[in-house]
């Protein structure tokens, strides 16, 4: 039985390192597709810009800033803050921007109703008169061409939700943020657009996004019940025959947790909602006549993506187990160590940090990737925690909670102005 | 004692040897020389961007340049981007044959067969090459008139029209604040402006303006029909389409939307779209045919006579990796082939 165990963990394993590999391989000397982002010429349509912030005094300004300066049709664009029950001076900042720049924005502050980013941005539909609808966490730092980069994609009528590329902003900080600096590096560059690439499903990932709302409409609006609506709505788009692109050049400064406690809350979230996700709708995946086999595989195997990590502690634990009892496990053990190895994580495996690091044309930084299992161990202990916790919780009944991440920014970003 | 020291130096030399995979990690994490942000696209998009920058450029050198003019004499000059061949008698070209530094002009120039230009190129007046010229980089604030096989090696801008002679190569970006015609056996890579023609009769087509009525139930949200498999739309749809399969829109027939196929397109004789055309492998648009929106292909685009691509007023973009246009058609705004695309004959 143990042994039986022992090699379907193995088994799994295995497959989700032939999946990275896959993309690693498929962005290395793949045919790279990135079909709408050269449609920079359009009767652009109607934007509304919804802009989730909850005690973001920190950061709120300078998205705010960014997206006044952005090189998109003014009388096209409509800037809606969503200030979700803040208690600091989020509302003041907000504000006096709309002071300073009559007509330009429209604020909804929030302050009452359920929390969590979906039940805010549920909400705020009722400030959308737009059929494309673009959402950024406050923390982002929009350039001035993204807004049309995210909007081209919707030109295709199968696109339901669009994708940019998040690039940290305060990666130099600490070690923490170096490593999430190559998770991400990894987990966009070459994970996400390999998917991109093989028409698989590329992920919703909730900011730095576009929504077309007849779309959002049709799968029943935002679902206020999940820790991760990104994902959800991923899955509901696909279900009902709507695609999700990814624009790889599409990129938007963000920041990134710069301490470990916060870190291990925002990835515990993710872990629960992604898990919400899986449960909800792997079954759905499975008979939809709407989507691809490549799609309905590759769906599979992202929901299961953070169930890996309590299964990997498993086949470590059985292992041992194995070995002492004196089963003959033998080069599973090798198998098990070496998947193991390349798969744990956040998407981001080591070989494809390391291809993104060489596509990203980095440098020096790829030197760090030993110090990236760091971040997987805890990311690993963080993630079958919060599996154990959503297990225990289902049992007794419990709601879950939404966490907000904690902003560290301290003053206005000045970034390299562009040329 | 011996046996004290004996395992504590095995794991002293143990963890060292460890720690040596550690060592470039623990070298950058200390002295941080590449824990900067990536640097995200700087390129604003615009096609006339080089463009502008080479002007920018330039502006010291304007009082100089009026000397020259008025003098009717040519000079080398130094700044801050290097020496610069000012040129500042207008009509034939008497300066060097091929140029290897940068050349601004007063005035209108006419340049000779098999001038090259290594340098980029300024004039303030009009421009015309010679046949089988070769130029890296050309500007001009007036129009420009490209002779036979001429080759653009990296971007050429027209404030007023632009007329490229039979089989140039403009790799690269080619663009008119004004007018395009290209000529049959052309090649080009990224193309803009605010309207193009494959050819010089096709200026002389009527183009049709917008249509309000048109706009009005092409946006006024119609759904979207989802088609497994193949989709043929015989005369008028209303609302976007969407297939699995390819699409045939039928002659004569409107789409008051867009149209997406897993498959081709292909827009038969007169057919209209009043909205975008996607498809991941090839779109057809036969004669006669109209579409409003953008047209996307991630194979290719073939376009022949009498086709009109977006509007005045209302400039669109097509692209995709190769797009071939026939002589006689009528484009605004960009055209974008990521390989290649080329005019036929």
């Known amino acids: 039985m143990l042994l039986e165990l022992f090699t379907a963990v193995v088994v799994l394993i295995c497959i989700y390192t032939i999946r990275h590999y896959c993309f690693t391989v498929n962005r290395l000397i793949g045919q790279q597709r990135h079909p709408y982002v050269d449609v920079d010429t359009a009767d652009w349509p109607p934007v ?28 096209k664009l409509a800037i809606v803050p969503v200030n979700d029950r803040s208690i600091d001076g989020t509302r003041e900042i907000i504000d006096s921007y709309v002071v300073r720049y009559p007509g330009r924005i429209t604020p909804f502050h929030r302050s009452g109703g359920k929390p969590g980013k979906a039940a805010a941005l549920k909400d705020a539909m009722a400030y959308v008169n737009t059929e494309i609808m673009l959402v950024f966490d406050a923390d982002y730092v929009p350039g001035k061409a993204l807004i049309r980069q995210l909007v081209a994609p919707f030109f295709d009528p199968e ?21 999430l600096d190559l998770e991400r590096s990894g987990g966009y560059q070459v994970d996400q657009q390999a998917r991109m690439n093989l028409h698989f499903v590329p992920q919703y990932g909730g900011t730095v996004a576009g929504i077309r709302k007849s779309a959002l409409d049709e799968i029943g609006g935002w679902n206020e019940n999940t820790l991760a609506e990104d994902t959800d709505l991923t899955y509901r788009m696909l279900l009902a025959g709507w695609k999700t692109v990814y624009e790889n050049r599409a990129e938007c400064y963000e920041e990134v947790p710069e301490r470990w406690p916060v870190r291990v809350r925002q990835i515990m979230r993710w872990a629960k909602g992604h898990n919400q ?9 499975l008979r939809s006549r709407n989507v691809s086999w490549w799609e309905r595989l590759d769906g599979l195997l992202l929901l299961g993506v953070y169930m890996m990590a309590p299964v990997l502690l498993l086949g470590w634990l059985l292992a041992i187990v194995l070995f002492y009892l004196g089963a003959p ?39 760090l990737l030993p110090l990236t299992f760091l971040g997987f161990t805890v990311s690993a202990i963080c993630v079958s925690r919060a599996a154990w916790q959503q297990f225990a919780a289902s049992i007794r009944g419990q709601e879950m909670v939404w966490h907000k991440t904690e902003r560290s920014r301290v003053a206005p970003v000045v970034l390299e102005k562009s040329a | 004692m011996i046996s004290v020291l004996a395992p504590l130096a095995l794991a002293t030399s143990t963890g060292a040897l460890l720690m040596v995979p ?115 980089a050309l500007l001009s604030d007036d129009e420009i008139l490209l002779d036979d096989e001429t080759q653009i090696l990296r971007w050429i801008h027209a404030e007023s029209a632009l007329h490229v002679g039979r089989n140039c190569r403009l790799y690269g970006r080619a663009s008119s604040a004004k007018s395009l015609t290209l000529s049959s056996g052309c090649s080009f890579e990224r193309v803009y402006a605010p309207v193009i023609y494959s050819s010089k009769e096709a200026a002389t087509l009527s183009v049709r303006e917008e249509y309000a009525a048109y706009a009005r139930l092409a946006q006024s949200g119609l759904g979207r029909t989802r088609i497994r498999g193949a989709m043929h739309i015989p005369d008028q749809h209303r609302g976007d389409v969407v297939a699995t399969g390819s699409v045939d829109v039928e002659e004569g027939a409107s789409v ?27 779109v057809h648009i036969s004669s006669g045919c109209f579409v409003k929106g953008p047209i996307i292909a ?34 605004h705004g960009t055209v974008w082939a990521q390989v290649e695309g080329r005019v036929g004959d």
């Open chain 1, 329 to 367: 496990v033998g080069g599973s053990i090798a198998v098990l160590g070496l998947a193991a190895f390349t798969t744990l994580g956040n998407f981001a495996a080591f070989f494809e940090i390391a291809a993104a690091a060489r596509l990203d044309g980095s440098r020096a930084r790829i030197q």
């Open chain 1, 277 to 285: 996700a899986m449960v909800g709708y792997s079954a759905a995946l």
């Open chain 1, 159 to 179: 696109v339901g939700s669009v994708m940019g590329r998040v690039v940290p902003l305060n990666v130099g900080k600490k070690l923490l943020t170096r490593i």
């Open chain 2, 298 to 331: 991630e194979r290719e685009v073939i376009i022949a006579s009498g086709v009109q691509i977006g509007l005045p007023g209302t400039p669109t973009t097509v692209s995709a990796p190769a797009i071939h246009l026939a002589p006689g058609a009528v484009l």
């Open chain 1, 48 to 75: 509304t810009v919804l802009i989730a912030a909850h005690n973001e005094e920190a950061v709120v300004a300078d998205i705010l800033s960014a997206l006044l300066e952005v090189d998109y049709p003014a009388d």
């Open chain 2, 22 to 136: 550690l060592a470039p990690a623990l070298r950058e994490l200390m002295h941080k020389r590449d824990a900067g942000p990536l640097i995200t696209r700087k390129d604003d998009g615009r096609i006339s961007s080089f463009a502008s920058s080479l002007r920018t450029r330039c502006i010291p050198l304007q009082a100089l340049l009026d000397q020259c003019a008025q003098q009717g004499e040519s000079q080398f000059v130094d700044s801050p981007f290097g020496q610069v061949l000012l040129v500042g008698k207008s009509g034939v070209w008497t300066a060097p044959q091929h140029t290897t530094t940068p050349v601004v002009c007063a005035g209108c120039v006419e340049l000779p067969p098999e001038y090259h230009s290594i340098g980029d190129f300024y004039s303030r007046g009009n421009v015309r090459g010679g046949t089988r010229s070769i130029f890296r």
């Open chain 2, 256 to 282: 008051f939307g867009s149209v997406k196929a897993n498959g081709e397109v292909i827009l038969k004789g007169r057919a209209e779209v009043h909205g975008s055309v996607v498809s991941t492998k090839r």
